[in-house]
């Protein structure tokens, strides 16, 4: 469960109220992360770190009046923290001869195929030339409200995690990991060291929002669990102020709490997984229960399209399942309930009888 010999690729998450002091970036502790991912590089690992912060390091670079409460503010609070951010990292890392490289991300990044294809080759050469990618997301330009695309980036983090290949994923933050109960209010509150599987009562555990500048809480931190597990890669969630702690963590000591994988996907279906739904498909129950027997998805178990989607998207099959479809909406509103041999017949030749294949198609649970 803790031994992590053979983990090479480690995606650390450090979160807004672990780095922040102040009203900016705690430098000391970030000098304190460089030297402990300076070792890990040493090891013949590749690190890759997910940072919070740029909100709050903007906020305090501003007069007291000003505050971050709509998302205008946050976004010009954000585009005012970023290079700050960027120059603690660069700064503590040059001590080190580590090269850093700053990645912004939106959400449309990720559930696009072809940019989070290229994102995913950007990151690799980056870890080949041993450079430290540093990633945030773009909270200046992004169109959802902040916080809310990825949650504090703890979503953000495991999303990487899950598309890079990582190991296991590292969640610094500024709580000792997970309680049965809140230990802020509850003083008979027992740590759970180890989390086999996310269950009605383990995810009873989960507490409010975090603190004055996160937007992430236990929760969001489920979430990046339960991403985590599918693209086998372990998450450990610990309090970011231990000392050593990601030299002990990867040591095997018992800090926080470790998350297990669930279930290994392939990379493509962790992208069909983790990607926001175009639209909807609804099929009937006789369709459904042939997906779960790995058969492709056929016009005639189409009951109804919702939405405006294209070809290539990823869509809701009810609500058990994502897929990728290989017509769009407009099309399959004119072959829904259809027999597959009158495709030709209503769309022309050059179109292929299923809508969806196994390989394209994942289930939710």
Same mark, same amino acid.
């Given at each position: 469960?803790?031994?992590?010999?053979?983990?090479?690729?480690?995606?650390? !998450?450090?979160?807004?109220?672990? /780095?922040?002091?102040?009203? +900016?970036?705690?430098?000391?502790?970030?000098?304190?992360?460089?030297?402990?991912? !300076?070792?890990?590089?040493?090891?013949?690992? &590749?690190?890759?770190?997910?940072?919070?912060?740029a909100?709050?390091? $903007?906020?305090? &670079?501003?007069?007291?009046?000003?505050?971050?409460?709509?998302?205008?503010?946050?976004?010009?609070?954000?585009?005012?923290?970023?290079?700050?951010?960027?120059?603690?990292?660069?700064?503590?890392?040059?001590?080190?001869?580590?090269?850093?490289?700053?990645?912004?991300?939106?959400a449309?990044?990720?559930?696009?195929? #072809?940019?989070? /294809?290229?994102?995913?080759?950007?990151?690799?050469?980056?870890?080949?030339? +041993?450079?430290?990618?540093?990633?945030?997301?773009?909270?200046?330009?992004?169109?959802?409200?902040?916080?809310?695309?990825?949650?504090?980036?703890?979503?953000?983090?495991?999303?990487?995690?899950?598309?890079?290949?990582?190991?296991?994923?590292?969640?610094?933050?500024?709580?000792?990991?997970?309680?049965? #109960?809140?230990?802020?209010?509850?003083?008979?509150?027992?740590?759970?060291?180890?989390?086999?599987? /996310?269950?009605?009562?383990?995810?009873?555990?989960?507490?409010?929002?975090?603190?004055?500048?996160?937007?992430?809480?236990?929760?969001? !931190?489920?979430?990046?669990?339960?991403?985590?597990?599918?693209?086998?890669?372990?998450?450990?969630l610990?309090?970011?102020q231990?000392?050593?702690v990601?030299?002990?963590?990867?040591? $095997?000591?018992?800090?926080?709490?470790?998350?297990?994988?669930?279930?290994?996907?392939?990379?493509?279906?962790?992208?069909?997984?983790?990607?926001k739904? !175009? +639209?909807?498909?609804?099929?009937?129950?006789?369709?459904?229960?042939?997906?779960?027997?790995?058969?492709?998805?056929?016009?005639?178990?189409?009951?109804?399209?919702?939405?405006?989607?294209?070809? +290539?998207?990823v869509?809701?099959?009810?609500?058990?399942?994502?897929?990728?479809?290989?017509?769009?909406?407009?099309?399959?509103?004119?072959?829904a309930?259809?027999?597959?041999? &009158?495709?030709?017949?209503?769309?022309?030749?050059?179109?292929?009888?299923?809508?969806?294949?196994?390989?394209?198609?994942?289930? /939710?649970?």
């Amino acid at each position: 469960m803790r031994n992590f010999d053979t983990a090479k690729r480690i995606v650390i !998450k450090i979160g807004t109220a672990t /780095l922040s002091a102040n009203g +900016g970036v705690n430098t000391a502790y970030v000098r304190r992360m460089a030297g402990q991912v !300076k070792a890990l590089l040493e090891q013949g690992r &590749q690190v890759i770190i997910v940072t919070s912060g740029a909100i709050g390091m $903007g906020i305090g &670079q501003l007069p007291a009046e000003h505050k971050a409460g709509n998302i205008q503010m946050r976004q010009a609070c954000a585009a005012i923290g970023q290079p700050l951010l960027m120059h603690e990292y660069h700064k503590a890392f040059r001590r080190h001869g580590v090269a850093v490289a700053q990645v912004l991300l939106t959400a449309e990044v990720l559930t696009n195929r #072809k940019t989070y /294809l290229n994102l995913r080759h950007a990151i690799e050469a980056l870890l080949k030339l +041993g450079a430290v990618p540093v990633i945030n997301e773009n909270d200046s330009v992004s169109t959802d409200e902040i916080g809310s695309a990825f949650g504090d980036n703890d979503r953000l983090s495991a999303l990487v995690a899950s598309k890079i290949d990582a190991d296991v994923l590292i969640m610094l933050s500024d709580i000792d990991g997970l309680y049965d #109960k809140d230990p802020r209010q509850c003083p008979d509150a027992r740590p759970v060291p180890v989390v086999y599987e /996310l269950t009605d009562a383990v995810l009873k555990y989960a507490g409010g929002k975090g603190s004055r500048y996160a937007t992430g809480g236990m929760k969001t !931190k489920f979430d990046a669990a339960r991403i985590a597990a599918d693209a086998n890669c372990r998450m450990v969630l610990a309090n970011g102020q231990t000392r050593n702690v990601l030299r002990r963590i990867i040591d $095997g000591a018992e800090i926080g709490t470790v998350f297990l994988p669930r279930r290994n996907l392939s990379n493509r279906q962790r992208w069909i997984l983790n990607s926001k739904p !175009k +639209g909807t498909i609804e099929i009937d129950t006789g369709a459904m229960r042939a997906l779960r027997r790995k058969k492709s998805l056929l016009p005639s178990g189409i009951a109804a399209v919702r939405g405006d989607f294209k070809l +290539g998207d990823v869509v809701m099959l009810n609500n058990e399942a994502k897929a990728v479809t290989a017509f769009d909406s407009g099309q399959l509103n004119t072959l829904a309930g259809k027999h597959s041999r &009158q495709i030709k017949k209503l769309l022309g030749p050059g179109h292929r009888e299923e809508i969806s294949v196994p390989e394209d198609i994942v289930f /939710l649970d």
